[in-house]
């Protein structure tokens, strides 16, 4: 049935539900006809389904009984002990399993943790740009979300304070400050240690949570690792947000949240579901110890080295005026246009020429970014990512010409 414009009985329809706009994701299978730069779904040829079996075998075999039943409120207690191993060896996360709440990918998580703090009409803060799965999720809470910018070095941490500040004048103390300080998304760019400390010391300072999203964490490529802010943290306000997307699979729908024992467990009691993906928690919990860090590895090579064709391929063929990021590791480069240029309006010339990309301002909560686009290097084949970037350089030419700004050669 096609979605009509009105429910029957749509007054009864809620604030959230009139509120809303269309579906958030794209479909995979359709980017795949393209040569997609436009979501960060994860490499398709490296996904690991043939081991996935084997996993899914062993955890039948073994435990059919419980990987078929209704599980725990927080989610499937084996695989909540091997992520936390994990996040202790790895990241230096040292947390028990009443403070991990296993969930739909980490979105859930991040809907869950504000469905704790945010009545219609709170505020909060978060990078800008940001993640755009984040914007959408603050607009569902009816969130007025204040914006912090990004820069080169990170979150822009004087801003946070002044921004801080400048609430608490105005009576107001944001429920919590957002961030994704590996690898962001969009811009790929990374939050160093000293901006990390800030951001603990402004939360406590001005009262509020730290959420710190750290979808990219396993996915580094050049760089020493950094302390998560969940280990910096020593009052326990941080709520951490991980997922098993970007490695084993973003068809998994598993991901977690990290924080105090308190706040997880009312994330628990608000999800209404039976329990997260038993099955897939079992077949998990079965996979990770016997293959999770070799895939870590094939991963960073094929990332990195996609990573390093796109840069290459932006370096030949952007033209002049136009600027990006570097990325460490994660999925995506960020790219900024000369002023004037609006990459919302350039998608669909893109999308004719089969090459599609994110507009900026999706991922801005102040209306801001229309001379931005994210680049995701993880989805697009190898062969594919100088054709699609050698085509937006002539696109971009293009545009600057028609505005004066540049000869379509150039
Ligand atoms: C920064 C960030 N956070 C969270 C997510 C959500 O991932 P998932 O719900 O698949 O775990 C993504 C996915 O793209 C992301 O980029």
Sequence with gaps: MSVAHETPLESLISRRGRNVPGLRMGDPRKSAELISFYAGFPDRDSLPA????????DALEAEGEWALQYGHGLGNRRLAGILLAKLKRDFGIDAEPDQLLITAGASQAIGLAIEALVDWGDTVITEVPTWMGAVRAFQNAGATAVGVPMNSGGTDVDALEATLARLRGDGITPKF?????????????????????????????????????DAYADLRYAGER?????????????????????????GMRLGWAVGHPSLINKMGALKVDGST???????????????????????RTIYQSRRDIMLAALEQHMPPGT????????????????????????APQ???????????????????????????????????????IRILGEIIAGELAESGQRPATS
């Excluded at 043939?50 to 075998?57: D, G, K, P, Q």
């Excluded at 760019?189 to 001005?206: C, G, K, M, N, Q």
């Excluded at 038993?278 to 991963?299: K, N, R, S």
Aim: glycine letters at 8%.
């Design 177 to 213: 400050i957002y961030t994704i300080p590996n690898f962001q998304n969009p811009t790929g760019v990374s939050t160093p240690r000293d901006r990390r400390e800030r951001i603990v010391e402004l939360a406590h300072e001005y009262g509020t949570f730290i959420f710190e999203d």
């Design 277 to 299: 993906n038993v099955f897939g928690t079992y077949v998990a919990a079965a996979w990770i110890p016997q293959y999770l860090d070799d895939h870590i590895d094939e991963l």
């Design 350 to 388: 893109a999308r004719e020429r089969g090459v599609e990309y994110l507009p900026g301002a999706a991922c801005h909560v102040n209306g801001d970014g229309h001379n931005t686009l994210r680049l995701s290097f993880s989805f697009a084949r190898d062969a594919e990512i100088p054709e699609g």
């Design 323 to 346: 600027s990006w990021t570097q990325p460490d590791g994660g999925f995506f480069v960020w790219v900024t246009l000369p002023d004037g240029i609006d990459t919302t309006a350039m």
């Design 50 to 57: 043939a081991t996935v079996i084997e996993a899914t075998r």
């Design 226 to 250: 950094i302390a998560p802010i969940y280990t910096l943290d020593s009052r326990g306000t941080t709520v951490y947000f991980g997922t098993l997307s970007k490695t084993l699979g973003a």
